[in-house]
């Protein structure tokens, strides 16, 4: 699943158990839902969650959004009923958490055939040290960020410019870009801080992520604008591309747009931001 086919921009979590959320979110604009059977919900609410979401799972009417489910870890005694729970009533990943290694990919894969995308949380240290086998494994087609629980086994501290994460970030990005797969950032805590947001997703997108996980409905809009190519972004491209192909056609290799040389790999990159671009638009498309 790549984004030049279906964007990722905002990745919005809801919990399981959280039935006026799961009603709602049929309506927001969020490229991708994470349906959470794991943090967000409370031991002793487990197994109703997990009828609720299969519920809500069959009746559908998500749309276009796509539907990843978060499960409980295989080593805890909810993970292999929710991984049951997950096959009957359909989504369109499983999203796995505590990852630390791709045999705990393999694990999961045994269990659920051939056909279901598995997504992986890198939110332990050991999983970022091994992002590049984890995001290599054939059955891996994303890669969600879990900054909380980072901060958390780091013993580091938030801060706002995100430094005792950046190498945690930088590593979880090559390895999605390596493996030719999805990269989300982690989530904003500080939910009705809309600038802080803007901030948090701006350096997001500067890293290389393809959107960022959400929890709450008024953080979409923000994020969507931030991960979506910009107006200039797309001008430019378009421009990059036909003096390209005007150089070709007289014979030289290399073209000028803005002062910038244009070349063969920034064609590359022009046609990706116009496909991010399509991807987008028919996203809204409902
Ligand atoms: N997805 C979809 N809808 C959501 C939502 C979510 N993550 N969070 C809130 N909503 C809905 C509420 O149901 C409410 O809908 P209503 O107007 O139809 O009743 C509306 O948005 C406004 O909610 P609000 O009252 O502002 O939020 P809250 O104070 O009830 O809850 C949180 C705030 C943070 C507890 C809640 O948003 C939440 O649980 N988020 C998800 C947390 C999560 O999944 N964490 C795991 C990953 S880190
Ligand atoms: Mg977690």
């Given amino acids: 699943m790549d984004t030049a086919s279906h964007p990722f921009r905002s990745v919005l979590y809801i919990p399981g158990s959280m039935d006026r959320a799961l009603v709602k979110a049929r309506s927001l604009p969020a490229d991708a839902i994470i349906f959470d059977l794991e943090d967000a919900v409370a031991p002793e609410a487990k197994p109703a969650a ?3 979401l299969a519920g809500a799972l069959r009746e559908g009417g998500f749309g276009k959004r796509y539907k990843i489910v978060r499960t409980n870890a295989l080593t805890t005694e909810w993970g292999l009923e929710d ?3 997950l096959r009957e009533a359909g989504a369109d990943a499983i999203l796995l958490p505590k990852v630390n290694a791709p045999s705990d990919v393999d694990a999961l894969a ?6 279901l995308p598995i997504w992986v949380m890198m939110e332990t240290p050991v999983s970022v040290f091994n992002a590049r086998d984890i995001a290599a494994h054939g059955r891996v087609f994303g890669l969600v960020t879990g900054t909380n629980d980072l901060t958390k086994d780091l013993g ?5 410019d995100r430094l005792p994460l950046m190498n945690a970030l930088q590593r ?6 390596a493996a030719r797969i999805v990269a989300i950032d982690g989530v904003y805590n500080r939910f009705r801080d809309g600038e802080g947001l803007r901030v948090e997703c701006a350096q997001g997108r500067d890293l290389g992520f393809d959107g960022k996980t959400l929890i709450h409905p008024s953080q979409i809009e923000i994020t969507n604008t931030a991960f979506a190519p910009t107006d200039d972004e797309i001008s430019l491209a378009e421009r990059q591309i036909a ?13 000028v747009v803005d002062g910038m040389i244009v070349e063969h790999l920034h064609v590359v990159a022009a046609r990706r931001i116009l496909a991010k671009a399509r991807a987008v638009a028919e996203m809204m498309e409902e």
């Fill in 243 to 255: 003096a390209y192909d005007e150089s070709m056609a007289s014979g030289r290799g290399i073209a």
């Fill in 50 to 52: 997990r009828a609720t």
């Fill in 156 to 160: 580091a501290r938030y801060r706002a």
């Fill in 110 to 115: 045994d269990l659920i055939g051939p056909d």
């Fill in 83 to 85: 991984v049951r729970m």
């Fill in 172 to 177: 979880i990005v090559m390895a999605a870009r």
